[in-house]
């Protein structure tokens, strides 16, 4: 079942619709592991969640919504591309990470794959990304961005091109297989010079690309290949090696902070956002937005306003702020005079999760309901279920409440649906035109049909577009998060030119100051780098 089914029920389309109405604004709020039972719409008592319950009255409230996955990284994919995760190998791996691991990493989504972002810009759209986008990132440098949000549609970015991570106690094990990496590369990285080619005598570079090479082959004999199967989280990392690889702020390919502060973080995003939604207005040019939330992801960070403002916990006060993120993006919207001309939608990308708890003992976990399970529990309804709500006034019904199975697969056809995406009506399929005197087929009209369902064919080998491949045949890619030289950093895919940006010796970093302050050099006599590989 699509949502545009769904939509069929709700929307009120009058027969006197201008043009414009016919091409909503869009606007995607993607919360980070929110349970269903964490918002007060849903049935929270235990504080209110303002300004998503005003969503949720001016618009639909989904109780059957289902994510594509219940780990970040899948379902995202899913959301983005109306596809299942398994079609593009961004499944959870068997003997792997369960979501993209490093940003400068080979996995990601394929460059190939069809976003309702991309589909939008195609039909004129001004496209933004704010915040999280954990699909990965480059193939052959950092600037390529095959895997990132401008090569998947997106005309501007600022975020994060991973995620959040919780910042526990380092164990022996990635101390010790991340301490060469700590001690003779990083230090050769901070001093090579940023801009190629290296000047004479300059080892810094070739030095650091050998050593990286070396501590790669390191976990790939021990940690990796080390038995019949790789030993569990042999992708893992120290923390320093964690914000050095995963912890930058980045606008469209430009790195602003590394590793970003969380401290203002989510006003900072909201800053982006509502500079998009206002200029865009300003401009008349429709457009989508996908605001992707920090929160309530851990680990559990917000401005000291909103510390203690829930009565509750940290979780809580962490929904709260997110909630506020909500209503300064409602609030532009409606500044911007394009309120009533936009669709927004709001979801969790998968359920809370369960087992996470502070070391005060606090939970600092999602509540599902009565839902079982939940992040990272397989198919388990509380790792599934999760909240959903649309706004477009004048289409969907205010105080709707929709009771039948929707998924965050059916977003992408609900979105060309919106748009009235059609193709071309031939009278006679063996002529392909419209029939028109002036041989000009038209958008509209008796000129264009609608399909449904929609139709595949490989372009490649068919390109007259003749034989039609059922979606039974389409085939399943192995999962990319199971193959090491896809999941593992690699030195050439770092902002080269913007390592001087790093600023590890500023912050308390479980270490990182040690390394740091011995520096490095090559080990080699200047003019004697051709042992480096130059």
Known sequence: ??????????????????????????????????????????????????????????????????????????????LLTG???VRSGMQEARHGP???????????????????????????????FVGKWHQGWSCERWE????????????????????LME??????????????LLRHVLPELMLADPQPPLRPGDCHRAAAELAWRLWLDTINQTDFRGGSTPRANWWGH??????????????????VDWPYQLAGLTQRLVAESERFVASAARDGEPFLLVHSFLHPHTPLFTAPEFRGVSGHSRYADNVLEMDWAVGRLLAALDAAGVADNTLVHF???????????????QREGGHNGV????????????????????????????????????????????????????????????????????????CHGDDVRRLDPPRLFDVQADPAERREIPSEQVPVAPSQMDQFELVVPRAELLPWGQLHKFRGADFDMHGLHKWWENGGSCGVVPGQCEEYGR
């Open 347 to 361: 979801l969790s990308d998968h359920g809370g999760q369960l087992e996470l708890v502070g070391p005060d003992g």
């Open 371 to 442: 839902f079982r399970g939940g992040k990272a529990q397989g198919g388990a309804e509380g790792g599934l279920r999760v909240p959903a709500l649309f706004r477009w006034p004048g289409r969907i019904a205010a105080g709707s409440r929709v009771e039948v199975p929707t998924s965050a697969l059916d977003l992408l056809p609900t979105l060309l649906e919106a748009l009235h995406l059609a193709v071309a009506n031939y009278p006679d399929p063996a002529v392909e035109h419209c029939g028109r005197a002036d041989g000009l087929c038209a």
């Open 167 to 180: 910042e526990g106690e380092d164990g022996p094990v990635s101390q010790r297989r991340d301490e060469p």
């Open 1 to 78: 079942m699509v949502l545009t089914v769904l939509l069929c029920t709700l929307l009120v389309v009058s027969t006197t619709a201008t043009e414009p109405e016919l091409r909503p604004n869009i606007v995607v709020l993607i919360a980070d592991d929110l349970g269903i039972g964490d918002i007060s719409c849903y049935g929270n008592d235990s504080f209110r969640t303002t300004h998503l319950d005003r969503l949720a009255s001016q618009g639909a409230l989904l109780t059957h919504h289902l994510a594509g996955a219940t780990v970040c990284t899948p379902s995202r994919t899913a």
């Open 238 to 255: 120290t923390m320093a090696v964690e914000k050095f690889l995963n912890y930058q702020l980045v606008r469209d390919s430009t790195v």
């Open 98 to 128: 369960v979501v993209v691991r490093n940003v400068p990493g080979r996995a990601g989504l394929p460059a190939d794959e069809m976003t309702f972002a991309r589909a939008l810009r195609d039909a004129g759209y001004r496209t933004q």
């Open 144 to 163: 390529d961005q095959c895997h990132g949000p401008r090569g998947h549609g997106f005309d501007s970015f600022f975020g994060l091109p991973f995620s």
């Open 83 to 85: 596809r299942y995760p």
